[in-house]
Nanobody
Framework: VQLVESGGGSVQAGGSLRLSCAASGYTFSSHSMGWFRQAPGKEREWVTSIAADGRTSYADSVKGRFTISRDNAKNTLYLQMNSLKPEDTAMYYC???????????????????WGQGTQVTVSS
């Protein structure tokens, strides 16, 4: 299993970024996926998840600003981030559910594989 994030960068508050996570080594379409983030000195935080059937769930802190999506033909997970705030600054990680057809999940223990992360920095 390999998960490779890209698309991070530095933006000003109010700006947008789109993160991508290229997946390989397993049946992408059958697995729930998620995005997590971790800021310096803070614990890893769940951001959003998408189930194999396309259902989504979001943390309250990003609801209405972030959108998770998946392209099963390209084995790629996306995170569209709009109206970014300085508090969104963190390393962002994509993660794969431990087993297929898990449904919507958000607890780190239910994810079995993680990418290396991509840094997002939002300046005020």
């Amino acid at each position: 299993v390999q998960l490779v994030e890209s698309g991070g960068g530095s933006v000003q508050a109010g700006g947008s970024l789109r993160l991508s996570c290229a997946a390989s080594g397993y049946t992408f379409s059958s697995h729930s996926m998620g995005w997590f983030r971790q800021a310096p000195g803070k614990e890893r935080e769940w951001v959003t998840s998408i189930a194999a059937d396309g259902r989504t769930s979001y943390a309250d802190s990003v609801k209405g600003r972030f959108t998770i999506s998946r392209d099963n033909a390209k084995n790629t997970l996306y995170l569209q981030m709009n109206s970014l705030k300085p508090e969104d600054t963190a390393m962002y990680y994509c993660a794969k559910a431990k087993s297929p057809w898990f449904g919507l999940i958000y607890q780190p223990a239910n994810f079995g594989d993680w990418g290396q992360g991509t840094q997002v920095t939002v300046s005020s």
